[in-house]
């Protein structure tokens, strides 16, 4: 097999890529380790250059990875992307010093500028440069007062003439050996994604460098091989690419194969037992540097630590959504943002104070916190913590990557959520949260907290019922059955997991197509109702009573009563305040693409209404049991022969 032709498998077969991967070795250092590169742009032109440097005053021209300093001018790398996490790095790895080496020509002066927990900032070095002709510039600083919190970054000045850098690293002492690391890619027909993702990768050496397979797991009918770039992208991973094809089992299955994968390996190939799994989503702009940044920091803790990358709003590429998460169990609610964590944060805006007045910093997030677990969208796994705990649950998709890490962590693993090791995905808040997927959300949420909780289950019935009173209120019922739903499969246990997810799909699709206010419409037409009828209808005040006004609103609704007979309202104003007050609503939908025609239905509302008091009973009455039932299912659900059974592979072999 030539060296740049992929190892593939067949959807029906899901036979194992390799067995025994020979690129699963562990390496020898050559020199220093790269703990992260200086990168004065990004891999997108739209990735915006100030979150890599920033222009202190006068002018300067920014290259991936050269920099021209104008003449009297002055650069700072204290960026999201430009600063090194010393307070991480001190934490949580053996490292006890770091260096900055660069490449220099012309004269001016490099300093090396730190923070402490409070954003207060300190010189630590500095070397003044003269007249060089692309000389090797290295400065040293300890990392030892960085314990709560700070980073470090460089500052660069240009004095008479122009100073120009070039490959900026920060660099640290290496291991004895170095760690394998295989990407691991989860694909459901996004295959024109999934190629950018490849191409990024394949398209940065240094990157490349650090990654020695990458498993690509297509579980679609829009295959990534289908695409004409593909054998491009073969030759460019140089013998890397593991092409996997399989039926969609969600990303717990998709995941879960290279998981498998790569842990097979490791029973024939003794290096592969030390491989590190990089998780990356499909539908993200990549920046390759992540890969650089996780395994160096993985390479460097003194025991098998998962280490998580952050998350960037695509479609607002300056916005962190958060510094680190946790999951709510008690409102069954993920992603939850760690307290003094950055939370949504507009990376290049200023802070305000309490009176809304600005204060001339930047939230960087100096503080160091510690996250619970960190989501798929990027995270390194080591191949130990598979080993010791298994692989994922099969629950398709949705908190599949909450509960590995809880579970992690309950088994001693930590999770650390690397500031500055960030790629662009998708706004969660432009996905319309009435979709066939909130199913899962739910029925997830309630199986993981059983698994790592002890939640009263008369609190659990009281936020679905919270949940469902509003849906009812804003005519939503496709998505108050669609929970309604997730509650009754969750109370059928474990064994309701057996076929990972598949059969789950086809029942939710199959309810929802029963209410018609699940349909997006085109805003221009919407059915039944012309567009000149539909007026804008804005919302008002949020209510300071909430319960209150639930009340009222439940007493109209049980009277017929309503204040608009139809209007349309807008995303931002579609609250249940709000929506209650119509007898049709044009709703627009999250996704901004088109709209939802909501209609009150008094017999529906009451028939939901009745579901949901006896389903939840049941659920009060059963929970203790199925507590029980679920954590006693987890060796056999998590373990190589039910992934097996699911892939298909022991019917092939048999």
């Given at each position: 097999m030539p060296a740049s032709s992929p190892i593939t498998s067949d959807a029906a077969t899901a036979q194992p890529?390799?067995?025994g991967d020979e690129r699963l070795v562990e390496h020898v250092p050559s020199g220093r380790l790269v703990a992260q590169r200086g990168l004065f742009r990004g891999p997108d032109p739209v990735c915006p250059e100030d979150l890599y440097a920033q222009v202190t005053y006068g002018s300067a021209l920014r290259e991936r990875q050269r920099m021209v300093v104008h003449a009297g001018s002055e650069v700072t790398t204290d960026t999201y992307f430009g600063r090194f996490p010393a307070s991480y790095w001190q934490r949580w790895t053996v490292v006890s010093s770091v260096d900055i080496e660069v490449t220099a020509s012309g004269s001016g002066r490099i300093s090396i500028v730190a923070s402490d927990v409070e954003g207060e900032t300190r010189t630590v070095a500095a070397q003044q440069l003269s007249?060089?002709?692309?000389?090797?510039?290295?400065?040293?600083?300890?990392?030892?007062?960085?314990?709560?919190?700070?980073?470090?970054?460089?500052e660069f000045t240009a004095d008479e003439d122009d100073l120009v850098v070039e490959r900026l690293r920060w660099t640290v002492e290496p291991p004895h050996r170095l760690r394998p690391t295989a990407v691991v890619i989860?694909?459901?027909?996004?295959?024109?994604?999934?190629?950018?993702?490849?191409?990024?990768?394949?398209?940065?050496?240094?990157?490349?460098?650090?990654?020695?397979?990458?498993?690509?797991?297509?579980?679609g009918s829009d295959t990534v091989e289908s695409r004409q770039a593909f054998p491009d992208i073969e030759k460019a991973l140089d013998g890397r690419l593991r092409y996997l094809r399989q039926p969609n089992l969600g990303g717990a299955g998709g995941f879960g194969r290279g998981?498998?994968?790569?842990?097979?390996?490791?029973?024939?190939?003794?290096?592969?037992?030390?491989?590190?799994?990089?998780?990356?989503?499909?539908?993200v702009l990549c920046e390759p540097e992540i890969a650089i940044r996780l395994t160096a920091f993985a390479n460097r803790t003194p025991e098998p630590t998962i280490i998580g990358g952050q998350m960037l709003r695509l479609l607002h590429p300056t916005v962190l959504l958060a510094g680190a998460e946790y999951a709510d169990f008690a409102q069954l609610k993920p992603g939850r943002v760690v307290l003094n964590a950055l939370d949504d944060v507009d990376l290049l805006a200023e802070e305000v104070d309490e009176e809304g007045v600005p204060t001339g910093k930047v939230n960087r997030g100096d503080r160091r916190v510690d996250a619970a677990y960190n989501a798929w969208w990027s995270c390194l796994i080591p191949a130990e913590v598979v080993a010791k705990?298994?692989?994922?649950?099969?629950?398709f998709?949705?908190?599949?990557?909450?509960?590995?890490?809880?579970?992690?962590?309950?088994?001693?693993?930590?999770?650390?959520?690397?500031?500055?090791?960030?790629?662009?995905?998708?706004?969660?808040?432009?996905?319309?949260?009435d979709k066939w997927n909130e199913y899962f959300a739910v029925r997830n949420s309630m199986?993981?907290?059983?698994?790592?909780?002890?939640?009263?289950?008369?609190?659990?019935?009281?936020?679905?019922?919270?949940?469902?009173?509003?849906?009812?209120?804003?005519?939503?019922?496709g998505l108050a059955a669609t929970i309604l739903k997730a509650v009754e499969d969750f109370q059928r246990g474990p064994e309701f997991l057996h076929d990972g997810g598949a059969g789950a799909v086809k029942e939710i699709f199959a309810l929802r197509k029963q209410y018609p206010d699940t349909v997006m419409h085109k805003a221009a037409d919407v059915p039944g109702l012309k567009s000149g009828r539909i007026p804008l209808i804005q919302a008002g005040p949020k209510p300071t009573r909430n319960r209150m006004v639930m009340v009222k609103r439940l007493v109209y609704l049980a009277l017929g009563r309503t204040v608009h007979p139809v209007g349309a309202v807008s995303k931002k104003d579609a609250t249940w305040w709000h929506v209650s007050q119509f007898a049709t609503a044009v709703v627009t939908d999250g996704s901004q693409e088109g709209v939802r025609l909501r209609k009150r239905d008094r017999q529906t509302t009451i028939r939901l209404t009745k579901q949901t008091a006896r389903v939840l009973r049941r659920l009060v009455a059963d929970m203790p049991r199925l507590r029980q039932e679920y954590r006693a299912a987890v060796p056999k659900l998590t373990s190589r022969d039910n992934w097996r059974r699911l892939y298909g592979m022991d019917e092939r072999r048999g």
């Open positions: 890529a390799a067995k007249d060089l002709r692309g000389e090797s510039v290295t400065l040293t600083t300890p990392l030892d007062k960085f314990v709560d919190g700070g980073f470090l970054w460089a989860c694909t459901f027909n996004r295959a024109d994604d999934c190629t950018k993702t490849l191409q990024s990768l394949g398209g940065d050496p240094e990157a490349l460098d650090v990654l020695d397979a990458v498993y690509v797991v297509d579980q998981m498998y994968e790569v842990t097979e390996a490791g029973r024939v190939n003794k290096d592969a037992e030390h491989a590190n799994l990089l998780f990356m989503d499909d539908d705990i298994g692989l994922p649950l099969p629950l998709f949705q908190w599949d990557d909450v509960e590995y890490g809880y579970r992690a962590r309950a088994a001693g693993f930590a999770t650390v959520t690397l500031p500055g090791a960030g790629l662009w995905h998708a706004d969660f808040d432009w996905k319309d949260a199986i993981v907290s059983a698994l790592h909780a002890e939640i009263d289950p008369k609190h659990t019935a009281r936020v679905i019922t919270s949940r469902i009173s509003r849906y009812l209120l804003t005519m939503q019922y």
